[in-house]
Protein backbone atom coordinates (compact mmCIF):
# COMPACT_ATOMS: atom_id res chain seq x y z
CA UNK A 1 0.00 0.00 0.00
CA UNK A 2 2.80 2.29 -0.16
CA UNK A 3 2.86 3.63 -3.89
CA UNK A 4 -0.50 4.72 -4.51
CA UNK A 5 -1.27 6.08 -8.46
CA UNK A 6 -3.11 9.31 -9.29
CA UNK A 7 -3.41 9.22 -12.35
CA UNK A 8 -3.44 12.96 -14.07
CA UNK A 9 -4.95 14.59 -16.88
CA UNK A 10 -3.41 13.80 -20.09
CA UNK A 11 -1.79 10.83 -18.44
CA UNK A 12 -2.10 7.25 -20.29
CA UNK A 13 -5.46 5.65 -20.34
CA UNK A 14 -3.85 2.60 -18.44
CA UNK A 15 -3.75 2.29 -14.71
CA UNK A 16 -2.06 0.05 -11.86
CA UNK A 17 -4.70 -1.83 -10.36
CA UNK A 18 -4.63 -3.94 -7.46
CA UNK A 19 -8.05 -6.50 -7.41
CA UNK A 20 -8.69 -8.16 -3.61
CA UNK A 21 -10.94 -11.28 -3.71
CA UNK A 22 -11.97 -14.03 -1.60
CA UNK A 23 -9.48 -16.90 -0.82
CA UNK A 24 -9.56 -19.96 -3.49
CA UNK A 25 -10.95 -17.71 -6.23
CA UNK A 26 -7.46 -17.42 -7.64
CA UNK A 27 -4.98 -19.62 -5.88
CA UNK A 28 -2.60 -18.29 -7.95
CA UNK A 29 -2.43 -14.87 -6.38
CA UNK A 30 -0.80 -13.77 -3.30
CA UNK A 31 -2.27 -14.67 0.05
CA UNK A 32 -1.92 -11.82 2.34
CA UNK A 33 -3.35 -11.65 5.49
CA UNK A 34 -5.26 -9.09 6.81
CA UNK A 35 -4.90 -9.28 11.00
CA UNK A 36 -6.91 -7.32 13.31
CA UNK A 37 -5.44 -3.92 14.85
CA UNK A 38 -3.23 -5.31 17.59
CA UNK A 39 -3.94 -5.11 20.83
CA UNK A 40 -7.24 -4.73 20.24
CA UNK A 41 -8.92 -7.88 21.40
CA UNK A 42 -10.96 -8.56 18.16
CA UNK A 43 -9.92 -11.89 15.85
CA UNK A 44 -8.11 -12.09 13.00
CA UNK A 45 -9.64 -11.17 9.19
CA UNK A 46 -10.26 -13.87 6.68
CA UNK A 47 -7.41 -14.47 4.67
CA UNK A 48 -7.51 -12.71 0.93
CA UNK A 49 -6.01 -12.52 -2.33
CA UNK A 50 -4.50 -9.90 -3.51
CA UNK A 51 -3.17 -9.56 -7.13
CA UNK A 52 -1.04 -6.50 -7.32
CA UNK A 53 0.01 -6.97 -10.37
CA UNK A 54 0.10 -4.13 -12.52
CA UNK A 55 -2.51 -4.55 -15.33
CA UNK A 56 -3.04 -2.45 -18.54
CA UNK A 57 -6.49 -1.24 -18.36
CA UNK A 58 -8.04 0.45 -21.23
CA UNK A 59 -10.40 1.21 -19.34
CA UNK A 60 -10.38 2.14 -15.80
CA UNK A 61 -14.45 2.42 -15.43
CA UNK A 62 -14.49 -1.36 -15.59
CA UNK A 63 -11.87 -1.70 -13.68
CA UNK A 64 -13.49 0.43 -11.04
CA UNK A 65 -16.90 -1.87 -11.42
CA UNK A 66 -14.88 -4.96 -11.01
CA UNK A 67 -12.43 -4.01 -7.86
CA UNK A 68 -16.00 -2.87 -6.53
CA UNK A 69 -17.74 -5.84 -6.29
CA UNK A 70 -14.89 -7.29 -4.15
CA UNK A 71 -14.42 -4.80 -1.93
CA UNK A 72 -17.96 -4.95 -1.28
CA UNK A 73 -17.32 -8.54 -0.57
CA UNK A 74 -14.37 -7.87 1.94
CA UNK A 75 -16.17 -5.38 3.74
CA UNK A 76 -19.32 -7.65 4.11
CA UNK A 77 -16.69 -10.19 5.35
CA UNK A 78 -15.65 -8.36 8.55
CA UNK A 79 -17.32 -9.69 11.31
CA UNK A 80 -16.29 -7.02 13.56
CA UNK A 81 -17.14 -3.61 12.35
CA UNK A 82 -18.74 -2.30 15.32
CA UNK A 83 -15.37 -2.19 16.94
CA UNK A 84 -13.76 -0.94 14.18
CA UNK A 85 -16.08 1.84 13.72
CA UNK A 86 -15.75 3.16 17.33
CA UNK A 87 -11.94 3.49 16.61
CA UNK A 88 -12.18 5.06 13.24
CA UNK A 89 -14.92 7.80 15.02
CA UNK A 90 -12.17 8.11 18.08
CA UNK A 91 -9.38 9.00 15.36
CA UNK A 92 -11.44 10.86 13.22
CA UNK A 93 -12.64 13.23 16.79
CA UNK A 94 -8.77 13.55 17.68
CA UNK A 95 -8.05 15.56 14.32
CA UNK A 96 -7.44 19.32 15.41
CA UNK A 97 -9.31 20.04 12.08
CA UNK A 98 -12.63 18.12 13.66
CA UNK A 99 -12.60 19.28 17.20
CA UNK A 100 -12.16 23.01 15.69
CA UNK A 101 -14.68 22.41 13.10
CA UNK A 102 -17.87 24.34 13.61
CA UNK A 103 -19.55 22.69 10.63
CA UNK A 104 -18.71 19.01 9.39
CA UNK A 105 -20.65 17.40 6.74
CA UNK A 106 -20.40 13.10 7.53
CA UNK A 107 -22.63 10.63 5.54
CA UNK A 108 -25.44 8.30 7.15
CA UNK A 109 -24.20 4.79 6.85
CA UNK A 110 -25.29 1.99 4.99
CA UNK A 111 -24.95 -1.69 5.85
CA UNK A 112 -20.84 -2.32 5.20
CA UNK A 113 -19.64 0.88 6.05
CA UNK A 114 -17.88 2.70 9.32
CA UNK A 115 -21.55 3.45 11.37
CA UNK A 116 -21.52 7.28 12.01
CA UNK A 117 -24.61 7.54 13.94
CA UNK A 118 -22.30 7.48 17.38
CA UNK A 119 -20.14 10.01 15.91
CA UNK A 120 -22.81 12.41 14.69
CA UNK A 121 -24.31 12.22 18.20
CA UNK A 122 -21.10 13.44 19.75
CA UNK A 123 -20.36 15.95 17.32
CA UNK A 124 -24.14 17.18 17.67
CA UNK A 125 -23.81 17.86 21.82
CA UNK A 126 -20.60 19.65 21.76
CA UNK A 127 -22.62 22.26 19.16
CA UNK A 128 -21.01 21.04 15.95
CA UNK A 129 -23.19 22.05 13.03
CA UNK A 130 -23.57 18.76 11.11
CA UNK A 131 -24.94 18.72 7.83
CA UNK A 132 -25.72 15.74 5.40
CA UNK A 133 -25.42 14.99 1.98
CA UNK A 134 -29.20 14.24 1.70
CA UNK A 135 -30.18 17.68 3.98
CA UNK A 136 -32.61 19.68 2.46
CA UNK A 137 -31.65 21.88 0.86
CA UNK A 138 -28.60 20.33 0.01
CA UNK A 139 -25.07 21.66 1.89
CA UNK A 140 -23.93 24.60 0.32
CA UNK A 141 -19.90 23.60 -0.08
CA UNK A 142 -18.69 27.23 0.07
CA UNK A 143 -19.86 26.87 4.26
CA UNK A 144 -18.32 23.47 5.28
CA UNK A 145 -15.44 23.42 7.44
CA UNK A 146 -14.53 19.47 7.28
CA UNK A 147 -16.09 17.38 5.01
CA UNK A 148 -16.04 13.22 6.03
CA UNK A 149 -17.05 10.19 2.59
CA UNK A 150 -16.97 7.23 2.77
CA UNK A 151 -15.20 4.98 0.40
CA UNK A 152 -15.45 1.06 -1.14
CA UNK A 153 -11.42 1.06 -1.34
CA UNK A 154 -8.74 3.89 -0.01
CA UNK A 155 -5.06 4.70 -0.86
CA UNK A 156 -2.88 6.37 1.53
CA UNK A 157 -2.64 9.09 -1.15
CA UNK A 158 -5.71 10.10 -0.79
CA UNK A 159 -7.32 8.26 -3.58
CA UNK A 160 -10.57 7.11 -3.15
CA UNK A 161 -12.98 4.52 -4.77
CA UNK A 162 -16.48 5.59 -4.62
CA UNK A 163 -20.03 3.72 -5.10
CA UNK A 164 -19.65 5.19 -8.56
CA UNK A 165 -22.12 7.75 -9.10
CA UNK A 166 -19.85 10.61 -8.77
CA UNK A 167 -21.69 12.93 -6.41
CA UNK A 168 -18.68 13.06 -4.10
CA UNK A 169 -16.39 14.47 -6.51
CA UNK A 170 -18.83 16.32 -8.02
CA UNK A 171 -19.19 18.25 -4.27
CA UNK A 172 -15.60 18.05 -3.52
CA UNK A 173 -14.69 20.26 -6.51
CA UNK A 174 -16.47 22.79 -5.24
CA UNK A 175 -15.35 22.98 -1.19
CA UNK A 176 -13.65 26.01 0.00
CA UNK A 177 -9.95 25.53 -0.80
CA UNK A 178 -9.35 25.40 3.98
CA UNK A 179 -12.06 22.77 3.82
CA UNK A 180 -10.32 19.56 4.75
CA UNK A 181 -11.23 16.80 3.25
CA UNK A 182 -11.31 13.30 5.32
CA UNK A 183 -11.95 9.15 3.88
CA UNK A 184 -12.71 6.92 6.24
CA UNK A 185 -13.24 3.11 6.06
CA UNK A 186 -11.88 -0.22 7.67
CA UNK A 187 -8.15 -1.28 7.38
CA UNK A 188 -8.61 -3.84 4.54
CA UNK A 189 -10.07 -1.15 2.75
CA UNK A 190 -6.64 0.27 2.35
CA UNK A 191 -4.79 -1.13 -0.66
CA UNK A 192 -1.58 0.07 -2.16
CA UNK A 193 -3.19 1.31 -6.11
CA UNK A 194 -6.49 2.04 -7.37
CA UNK A 195 -7.81 2.94 -10.88
CA UNK A 196 -8.12 6.37 -11.21
CA UNK A 197 -9.43 8.95 -13.32
CA UNK A 198 -9.14 12.93 -14.50
CA UNK A 199 -12.04 14.12 -12.44
CA UNK A 200 -11.36 12.11 -9.25
CA UNK A 201 -10.52 14.28 -5.83
CA UNK A 202 -8.11 13.25 -4.22
CA UNK A 203 -8.59 13.44 -0.40
CA UNK A 204 -6.15 15.55 2.28
CA UNK A 205 -6.54 12.98 4.91
CA UNK A 206 -7.30 9.11 5.26
CA UNK A 207 -8.77 7.26 8.33
CA UNK A 208 -8.56 3.68 9.50
CA UNK A 209 -9.42 1.96 12.36
CA UNK A 210 -5.73 1.07 12.10
CA UNK A 211 -4.70 4.68 12.23
CA UNK A 212 -4.54 7.88 10.12
CA UNK A 213 -2.42 8.92 6.88
CA UNK A 214 -1.39 12.28 5.71
CA UNK A 215 -2.36 12.11 2.45
CA UNK A 216 -1.11 15.69 1.51
CA UNK A 217 1.96 14.92 2.75
CA UNK A 218 2.32 11.44 1.71
CA UNK A 219 1.44 12.97 -2.02
CA UNK A 220 4.25 15.65 -1.17
CA UNK A 221 6.72 12.91 -0.86
CA UNK A 222 6.02 11.31 -4.02
CA UNK A 223 5.10 8.20 -3.14
Known sequence: MNDPIVNPTGSPSWVPVTIVTPVGKWPRTLRKSLASNAGSGVGSVALIDVDTRLQRVSDPTS?????????????????????????????????????????VMVFTSVPGEPDTSAFIARRRALGT?????????????????????????????????????????????????????????????????????????????????AGVVDSVGFRAAGR
Open 129 to 209: TIVLPEDVPPPDPTCIDVVIVPAVALTRAGARLGQGGGWYDRFLSRVRSDCATIGVGFEPQLLEQLPTEPHDVPLDTVVTD
Open 63 to 103: AKAELRREMRSVRRSLPDRAERSERIWRRVEALDVVRLADV
